[in-house]
């Protein structure tokens, strides 16, 4: 099987025969007359499949790709079902993903107008024949130096030539998430609000509706904040990223991932000498704990894949022969890297994205309402902050949101979860100036795994973090805050995966550190009960929550079979940690190691040791 990772050019992917999920059967959703959605934007988070999404399109309704149709789409859906509107269009596909968003607003303008030139130059050079004015316009490009001047002579020769356009747009809001993440914000308003070039870029758009020139829109993006920033001038946009009839129109589907595994294990014969690389089983498992998961409609019953993220899991291990060290594509992580600076905007106290993963990884849920459409200006709200994080693919709709008003919304996968400990600790580091040096840590957790000692990392927790809380208000940290700042660390390691309030058959284990099956020096798992303590508390006091723990913990350890799955047959380690306010971390093992016992000597045994006694006496 040939991986298409990093590709998203339909014709080329079908051409040179790469592997392709079929979404040719949500065009007639796009085209069903009782939607009336002519004008759409489809909303998903980064890496989704949305380029190759837009680029089947416009092969499919393009006039000049008519010729292709057999050669492109034979052996899809859509070859067998043909809609009335295909090959009907003037096709232009804008990709606003290259717009540079260095310098002042008149800079950003600069390389707006240029991509929209480069871009159309291609779409004039391909339907000059059918429309002879465009030959004209093509050479005399380079006198436009407005985006949304040009746009509207394009149109305005689409209308005279009685032909009908339709404008793809993908990533409509990638270079505005840029300099919102920036800090930028400033600058951002200027381009977008009342005389903005942006602004009037999409004034164009909406102008060309009226004659009916322009009969078709779809645009692509990640979330809906440019999108409410354009106001009344783009106010004629149907947004479907919620309806569950588009549930899996971008990524991957269950069927989509079982075909390309089927068809990845059949062109590697020489991986099933290894188990996890060539057992099918073990290949879906893996790569639904770390990549499935999503549910973009709350009546949407199938969940969908990270399509990208598959690709890139089987791209490694063909180029590898072995799992990736890091199963969250590094490109992935700088793209939420990106959108989580974004999340800033909507924090009303300047904490409230920790507040909201603390909440997230503690509960593993959150409800609240979804908005679907907020911009800039009106981001300070929890529910703004939780909405954000389901745009970007931090959160996803969980069980039952369907029957709730403020739906229940859940982490979709394991690297996402991973992703977010991450974030927890950037924002602890930032909020309480605490850092951890990594490489200690690594060192530390290393010895955890291999040799089954947990005391170095619990003197580096004391050197770094317990100590340098002692100058700070004590009253805002607990059990639970120490706990997650605790694992907030632990979470930067590959030795463990790590499992918050864990569900035993006598209760929720407080951590559990579940050993890394891609780490094979690792030895031990460890699960620990965690109390917290004020500063001032007395030796009784410790001792009581020691017993506390030790309790709970022989409830949790009672599950042997949940025990034996998480330790992958491996050694389990069991201890307590009490917290003792800005003082300490103490720990102990579980179960208690009694002190042996001398034995009374028998009178014979007693008899002998004095003869023994007595001649090293007369030496």
Not at 164 to 173: C, S
Not at 174 to 179: D, G, I, S, T, V
Not at 456 to 480: H, M, S, W, Y
Request: aromatic fraction near 12%; charge should be neutral.
């Amino acid at each position: 099987m040939r991986i298409p990772y990093g590709m998203s050019n339909f014709a080329a992917i079908r051409r040179e025969k790469y592997f392709y999920a079929d979404k040719t059967p949500f065009i007639p959703y796009l085209e069903a007359p009782e939607g009336g959605a002519k004008h759409v934007i489809f909303l998903r988070p980064r890496r989704f499949g949305k380029s190759t999404l837009v680029s089947m399109l416009e092969y499919y309704y393009d006039r000049e790709q008519a010729n292709a149709w057999d050669e492109l789409f034979g052996g899809l859906w859509v070859h067998e079902h043909p809609t009335p509107e295909r090959g009907q269009y003037l096709v232009l596909t804008l990709d606003f993903s290259p717009v540079n968003t260095d310098g002042e607003a008149a800079d950003i303008q600069r390389s707006f107008t240029t991509i929209i030139k480069a871009q159309l130059m291609a779409f004039l050079t391909r339907h000059s024949r059918d429309v002879p004015k465009f030959a004209h316009l093509r050479s005399t490009l380079d006198s436009y130096f407005d985006a949304a001047s040009l746009l509207s002579t394009v149109i305005a020769i689409v209308h005279e030539s009685e032909r009908k356009l339709y404008v793809l747009i993908d990533e409509y809001d990638h270079f505005a998430n840029r300099l919102l993440s920036d800090g930028n914000q400033a600058l951002y308003e200027a381009i977008v609000r009342g005389t903005g070039f942006v602004r009037s870029f999409y004034s164009a758009l909406k102008a060309g509706t009226r004659t009916g020139a322009l009969a078709r829109m779809f645009i692509t993006g990640v979330s809906p904040i440019l999108l409410d920033d354009l106001s009344s001038g783009f106010n004629i946009i149907t947004h479907v990223s919620l309806l569950e009839q588009y549930n899996s129109m971008a990524g991957f589907t269950r069927a989509d991932v079982e075909r390309a595994v089927d068809e990845f294990l059949l062109g590697k014969p020489h991986l099933t000498a290894d188990p996890r690389l060539g057992d099918r089983s073990a290949l879906l498992t893996t790569i639904e704990r770390y990549y499935n998961g999503y549910r973009f409609s709350k009546h949407a019953t199938e969940r969908v894949y990270n399509s990208d993220l598959v690709l890139y899991f089987l791209s490694r291990i063909a180029m590898t022969g072995r799992y990736p060290e890091q199963m969250l594509d590094l490109n992935v992580r700088t793209d939420y890297g990106r959108l989580q600076r974004i999340a800033r905007l909507a924090e009303a106290s300047g904490s409230d994205t920790r507040v909201l993963l603390e909440s997230i990884l503690s509960e593993d849920s959150v409800s609240s309402p979804l908005v679907e459409q907020f911009g800039a200006r009106n981001m300070d709200g929890r529910a703004q902050l939780v909405s954000l994080f389901y745009y970007m693919g931090m959160l996803t709709f969980g069980a039952g949101s369907e029957w709730s008003a403020d739906p229940v919304l859940v982490v979709p996968n394991r690297v996402i979860r991973e992703l977010q400990w991450e974030y927890l600790a950037f924002a602890i580091q930032d909020q309480e100036q605490i850092f951890i040096d990594t490489y200690e840590l690594s060192k530390a957790l290393a010895v955890m795994a291999s040799k089954g000692e947990v005391e170095p990392l619990l003197t580096l927790f004391r050197e770094q973090v317990v100590a340098r809380i002692g100058n700070k208000d004590l009253r805002q940290f607990n059990e639970k805050v120490l706990k997650l700042m605790l694992l907030a660390y632990i979470c930067q390691s590959r030795w463990f995966h790590v499992l918050s309030e864990k569900e035993f058959s006598g209760g929720y284990a407080d951590l559990f550190l579940g050993l890394n099956p891609d780490v094979p020096a690792g030895k031990f798992a460890w699960m620990f009960e965690v109390k917290y303590l004020q500063t001032k508390a007395k030796k009784a006091d410790i001792e009581h929550a020691f017993e506390q723990a030790f309790t709970q913990l022989q409830r949790y350890t009672s599950d042997t079979a949940l025990v034996s799955l998480l330790t992958l047959g491996k050694e389990l380690k069991v201890g307590a940690l009490v917290f003792v306010g800005s003082k300490d971390v103490l720990y102990r093992a579980w179960p208690a190691v009694e002190p042996a016992k001398k034995k009374t000597p028998t009178p014979a045994q007693a008899s002998k040791r004095a003869e023994k006694a007595t001649r090293r006496r007369r030496r």
